[in-house]
């Protein structure tokens, strides 16, 4: 049997099955880690194989953290098409995948209140590039805007620079409906992830975007659902049949997660089809000959994008050097 892992909680999941109903599982303890954590082993997206508990039961496995309400067993997780990461927050290096096999990411970001990212904004884009997902900059509360003509600007600034960049650009208002529909109906027949700044105003849009949103999260997290839209994990709602959407929590920081500074060129969506560099190792700063630079001159490269990958390039030499330098990574 097979579902989709619709959420993932402590151990437990929350899984959808084809007609749309959910069925709580446990995982088995072999799908574990060494420290018999879920980790990156299930995640929201994955195509799960399953069996009821009865039939587990008499399996040579238990599940880990059996609970008493739980009707299913996750015996298996079929290959991925894809799956987006972040590096884990904290000092500690390594991956966590977000959700996988999906369609296209949405990035939700505010074009005020609180103050868009660009730096935010470029990592999770460029961490699209490289999951291969085709992405989306959505940018909300316009409402601001038509109340202040910087704001207005600002926002014109963002859409114009990601438009030019070759990312489809929204933008939206939640509480009067602007650009809402245009944006469900990109949606429609593509599983997509929605990801974003925290307080940028995801969970409103979701809402707009499908009336009711709130009773089917319940459905999905019936332990903490309460009839408030509060993200605390990533989770699947299959709000109509060909209309599915992952949100996650909002984000107070994003770490690229495999993606190093001599690469990090590859994932500037409009970097990649200028001719090469006159050198092959080109950081794109100083050197004489690069397509980069002279591409910024001749304005075909939009300046903060360029702005900010130096910047995010020195940032990510300064953690390889740090790798480099801790005790036995020799």
């Known amino acids: 049997m097979h579902g989709e892992v619709a959420r993932v909680d402590f151990g437990g999941c929350v899984l959808m099955l084809e007609d749309g109903s ?171 992830l929605f990801v974003g700044p925290s307080g940028a105003g995801k969970s409103t849009l979701l809402n707009a975007m499908v009336p009711g949103l709130d009773l089917l999260v319940g459905r999905v997290n019936p332990t903490t659902g309460k009839g408030r839209h509060t993200t605390t994990a990533a989770w699947l709602v299959r709000a109509e049949p060909d209309l599915e959407l992952v949100d996650t929590p909002g984000l107070k920081s994003f770490a690229l997660w495999g993606i190093g500074p001599r690469h990090l060129d590859r994932f500037y969506r409009e970097f990649v089809s200028l001719p090469p560099c006159r050198f092959r190792d080109c950081s794109h700063a100083r050197e004489p000959g690069c397509a980069v630079r002279e591409a910024l001159a001749r304005g075909e490269i939009a300046e903060p994008r360029y702005a900010s990958f130096v910047k995010l390039r020195q940032e990510l030499e300064r953690e390889a050097n740090a790798e480099l330098a801790r005790p036995g990574s020799r």
């Open 22 to 192: 959910l069925l709580k599982a446990t995982v088995r303890g072999r799908l574990m880690g060494p420290r018999k954590a879920l980790g990156n082993a299930v995640v929201v997206g994955d195509r799960a194989q399953f069996e009821p508990v009865a039939r587990a039961e008499h399996g040579a496995a238990a599940p880990t953290r059996p609970s008493s309400d739980a009707a299913a067993v996750i015996t298996g997780v079929e290959p991925r098409r894809n799956a987006f990461s972040r590096r884990l927050v904290g000092r500690q290096v390594g991956e966590q995948v977000v959700a996988a096999n999906l369609d296209q990411l949405a990035l939700v970001s505010s074009c005020a209140e609180p103050t868009f990212r660009p730096g935010f904004t470029d990592r999770v884009l460029c961490q699209a590039e490289r999951a291969g997902l085709p992405a989306r900059l959505v940018l909300a509360k316009m409402d601001l805007a038509a109340r202040d003509r910087d704001v207005a600007a600002r926002a014109e600034e963002i859409l114009d620079t990601y438009g030019s960049a070759g990312y489809p650009s929204h933008a939206v208002c939640a509480l009067s409906d602007q650009g809402v529909p245009a944006l469900k109906a990109a949606c429609r027949g593509r599983r997509t």
